[in-house]
């Protein structure tokens, strides 16, 4: 039920904060349209690349968005309080990490098909695209939340979370990508998707250990 | 007879010794009141007691046990006030307190709803029910913070400068409730440097266990 509530409080707390959520897809819109312009209009080429750039796009938008996660709370002195209640601190981060996830990472797939008809990709590909969002973007939340726990308290801990969180990102920037491409030339995308599935599993153990931790150490 | 103990509690910040060999016993239904100066280590010490802050040495005894064999277990003891008021500006005052409410659940009979009134209640907040808490002054937020006291179970308030920016008549019924939470068998440990008025309640000059200003110790480990 605390758990219950965390979600609902965030979600409520976004939804008054609408801009914030509503910068993050725009600054994923934006940037990707940015790419036909830097390397040309060439119809083919844009629809090789465009896995890439709206997988790119999209981590570089959940970076930007992971600073509001712990940050606000930490400044308030809410996250104490959380840190304090029967609620373990571990599900306070899952709870937390889900709503944010709610808040950006649904709204980037939603966003998605966007940026892939602008990049003239093939239709067909667009459902995997899809379902390996779905799969990869819980897990750019799930890793950014230690990356923003860690870096708690820490001058500077907007340009520290990149440096963190980034290499952390890479496998599942490679099986996104990889998942979109195999559809594409139409080899089998499932193994693609099952590794995907595979690291959110882990992370979806590894960041609210990881995580509590880490508000622990900021709490002190 | 639960009575909330320290023993020989030592304070550690950044490398450097707060307080050392500090010891206090508040019987249940008393009040501990801190005192010191400015980085004596008032909240330090409210922190540790609250479970935020690890002692660097020492124990800590709640009803006769350790509190480290089962923190978890003390800290639903636990009402801490601490500096930031944990006020979202886009919430109203009502969503505010509801959610700590729920966060730490009431154990009292009433319903949430009319634990909630009684908690805007007693710190005059009934009539910015509904203001968001952006619009709130620093006084109003600190009463809306001190409003989860009421509607929280636990035993022990532990309060860093409760009084802040508060008026008189929010003053008067800060001392009412802390007067009612002792009446009821609860403790009440405050860090103030206004004067609260509260009846016999024991004094901990912090300065008392300051180390030593030249502390060889020190000196031999900065080596």
Redesign the interface.
Known sequence: ??TG??IA?DL??AL??RSDAAMIVLFFVLTAALFPFGVGPEANQLATIAPGVIWVTALLAVLLSLERLFLADY????L?????????LEFTVLAKVLAHWMTTGLPLIAAAPLIAILFNMPVDALPVLALAMLLGTPTLSLIGAIGAALTLGARRGGVLVPLLVLPLYIPTLIFGVSAVDAALLGFPVRPHLLLLAGILLISLVVSPLAGAAALRQA?? | MPAFEGQNLACTRAGRRIFAALEFTVPEGGALILLGANGSGKSSLL?ML?????PAGGALHWDGKAVEDDP?AF??N?C?I???????A??TVH?NLA??S????PTASEGLEELLDRALETFSLTSLRDVPGRQLSSGQSRRLALARLVTSPARIWLLDEPSVGLDDVSLKRLETAIAEQRAEGGIVIAATHTPLDIPDAGLLQLQNFAPPAFDPEMLENSW
């Open positions: 039920m605390g509530s965390i409080r409520k707390l008054r904060q400044e308030d002195g809410s104490e309080l959380m840190a304090l209640s029967p609620v373990p709490n002190e | 922190r609250a479970g935020l802050l690890a978890e800290q639903d636990i801490y601490g500096h930031g008021n944990a006020i979202k886009v919430l969503e959610f700590w729920k966060l730490y659940p």
